[in-house]
């Protein structure tokens, strides 16, 4: 099922990145990381179409609710499920991630990375086309 799926993760943290990364291929995902909005924005309009975008929420210069309003502006990931995975959960964060369409919202503190991928798994699931 995930063969050829695409998971671009953007978070600042390069540990967790890297963690992360091992997972998802691990379930035989394709990833790609970044660790900054502008240099996430750049491959974007590079080209590379995910199919699921994985974002921090906190993050120097650019949050994940910026970077997200950027991509979907310039249509740039339009067909991505798109996933907050974030320390914060407060409920303004969560309503304004709803409000903006992403699909998952997955607090950190409370999930182990496998529960991580098997929530992007169960998203990927619950809005394929």
């Excluded at 409000?99 to 919202?105: A, D, R, S, T, W």
Aim: aromatic content about 8%.
């Amino acid at each position: 099922m995930n063969k050829n799926k695409k998971i671009f993760i953007i978070d600042d943290d390069s540990f967790l990145l890297n963690m992360y990364s091992m997972k998802f291929e691990k379930k035989g995902f394709e990833t790609k990381i970044s660790t900054s909005g502008s240099d996430a924005l750049e491959m974007l309009r590079g080209g590379y179409k995910p199919d699921v975008l994985i974002m921090d929420l906190i993050m120097p210069i650019m949050d994940g609710f910026s970077i997200y309003e950027s991509i979907k502006k310039e249509k740039l990931a339009p067909n991505s499920l798109s996933v907050m995975l974030t320390n914060q959960s407060t409920a303004s964060d969560i309503d304004r991630a709803k409000e903006l369409g992403i699909h998952g919202f997955i607090v950190k503190a409370t999930t182990i990375p496998s529960e991580v991928v098997e929530e992007v798994e169960k998203l990927l699931v619950k809005y394929s086309k």
